[in-house]
């Protein structure tokens, strides 16, 4: 191919590299900053007992350019989750992401054997898709996480694979009807990720790099069709983060118009002093995108926050004691085809867990459950001995009045009066 050929490649390729590709970041002023100290407080003083919550934590951390001692213990406990062997795939991939954030190239070459074990668990992924109609081990917010830390980090994945199985329309985007935030967000930064590596390598067909950029516009689209008009989150308070960051790296002309950065980020940041994100993973996923960060800089040294906060670490506050003397009573019911129904009486400021504990003495048989902790909190795996299974996509949803709740049993405090239910159903 003659020099005249390649001009018009070369010139793709400059323009897709330029830095001043439109891409919309607000983030907090560093006069701002100070608002931020309660997630960096609850992070910091976390006890990382719940599930694997420490990488996604570390991860956070670095990404903002914070360099506390207690650092070294958190990265000391987020290596030996990585040695774990019942770790599920994205749960490798966060360590993978957390321990190669921010670090220099030669720390990061340290980890591969993690890679290589990220790309085996990859395709078990995969395989399972096949055996069961379609249904990942996990899910795929897992598997996003899965090809963000390969493409980050060196590891192998096929483009072909990518395509067939990150297509927009694929039912694993949705929870029912609902098309998840949190999964699309993660999906949009995996795939920015390898739509970046292509161009980077020129190792593209011309056909290829259109379909992800087309399942990218996608995505961004049906993220942005969950924006709510009136605050700005996209999806709830929880996804909202995230999708911040699918937004900051995606962002072009044509959604600038559809999304105001700045409402968003305001409505969070009145969140934060009402304790939405208490837990130390819920203030993980919302701080890299209140300093304009993204899961992509993470390899990109000079991208990590630079740090210039001003800690002043506050010991967790108390929860407010309730008193004993003020109970409540609550509706419990479980429905599977038949409904079991009780009333409860719990003190107030009980949460989901503790109506379902009182349930469960009151008879054994209608409301015995058991569940498992993950970083978000305990999850409800069975009721009545019926298990929830990833493989024909069933699980026990939690509603009151009706509605699902945006929170795990763990933490969902209930009311007096409140109809509580546990719903035996498919996503
Ligand atoms: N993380 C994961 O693998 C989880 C991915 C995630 C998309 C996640 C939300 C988002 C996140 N940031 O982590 C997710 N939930 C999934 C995939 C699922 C499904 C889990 C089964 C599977 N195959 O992996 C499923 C069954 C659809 C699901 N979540 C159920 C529930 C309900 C749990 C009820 C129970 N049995 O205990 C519940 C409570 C919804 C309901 N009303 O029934 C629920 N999820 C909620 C509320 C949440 C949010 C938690 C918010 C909070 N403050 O507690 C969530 C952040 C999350 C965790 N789910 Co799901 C979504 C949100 O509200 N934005 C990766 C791993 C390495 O950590």
Redesign the pocket.
């Known amino acids: 191919m003659g020099p005249s050929h390649q001009l018009p490649l070369v010139g793709l390729l400059l323009f897709s590299l330029i830095p001043g590709q439109p891409c919309t970041i607000c983030e907090v002023s560093n006069e701002n900053y100070s608002r931020l100290n309660p997630l960096i407080n609850t992070m910091i003083n976390s006890k990382y007992t719940r599930?694997?919550?420490a990488?996604?934590v570390l991860l956070s951390l670095r990404l903002a350019g914070i360099q506390d001692q207690s650092l070294g213990q958190l990265t000391q406990e987020v290596r030996d989750d990585g040695e774990k062997k019942d770790l599920?795939s994205?749960?490798l991939?966060?360590v993978i992401l957390a321990l190669g954030a921010c670090q220099n190239s030669v720390e990061s070459v340290t980890y591969f054997h993690l890679v290589s074990q990220l790309e085996k668990k990859f395709q078990e992924e995969i395989e399972n898709m096949g055996l069961h109609d379609g249904?990942?081990?996990?899910?795929?917010?897992?598997l996003s996480?899965d090809v963000l830390a390969l493409c980050l980090f060196n590891g192998t994945y096929s483009i072909d694979e990518i395509k067939k199985y990150f297509a927009p329309e694929n039912k694993n985007f949705y929870?029912g009807a609902q098309f998840?935030?949190?999964?699309g967000a993660?999906a949009v930064l995996a795939l920015t990720c390898v739509k970046r590596s292509m161009i980077k390598t020129q190792n593209k067909s011309g056909e290829d790099l259109q379909s992800i950029s087309n399942y990218i516009e996608s995505l961004v689209k049906k993220m942005l069709a969950e924006k709510n008009k009136e605050n700005g989150l996209i999806?709830?308070?929880?996804?909202?983060g995230?999708a911040m960051q699918a937004l900051f790296v995606s962002s072009n002309h044509d959604n600038k118009n559809e999304w105001n950065c700045q409402q968003t980020l305001n409505t969070v940041l009145e969140e934060i002093p009402k304790g939405?994100f208490r837990?130390p993973?819920?203030a993980a996923?919302i701080l890299p995108a209140l300093m304009g960060k993204t899961y992509l800089d993470v390899n990109n040294h000079s991208s990590c926050g630079s740090g210039h906060f001003n800690l002043s670490i506050q010991e967790p506050t108390p929860v407010e004691p309730t008193s004993p003397s003020t109970w409540i009573s609550v509706h419990y019911t479980v429905k599977i085809n038949k409904t079991y129904s009780t009333e409860v009486t719990v003190p107030k400021g009980s949460v989901f867990l503790d109506v379902m504990k009182e349930a469960q003495k009151i008879d054994k048989a209608a409301f015995r459950f058991t569940?498992v902790e993950?970083?978000?909190?305990?999850?409800?795996?069975s009721v009545q001995g019926l298990k929830?299974n990833?493989n024909d996509?069933t699980?026990?949803?939690?509603?009151s009045g009706g509605t699902?709740?945006?929170?795990?049993?763990?933490?969902?405090v209930v009311h007096n009066g409140e109809n509580l239910e546990?719903?035996w159903?498919k996503?």
Not at 235 to 240: F, P, V
Not at 395 to 399: E, I, K, T, V
């Open positions: 599930g694997i919550q990488a996604n599920t994205g749960q991939a966060l249904n990942p081990l996990t899910n795929y917010y897992q996480l929870f998840s935030v949190d999964t993660m999806g709830n308070i929880y996804s909202t995230e939405a837990m993973i819920a996923q569940y993950t970083s978000w909190g305990p999850y409800i795996t929830e990833s996509r699980y026990w949803q939690l509603l699902p709740v945006s929170q795990g049993v763990g933490n969902y546990v719903r159903s996503y």
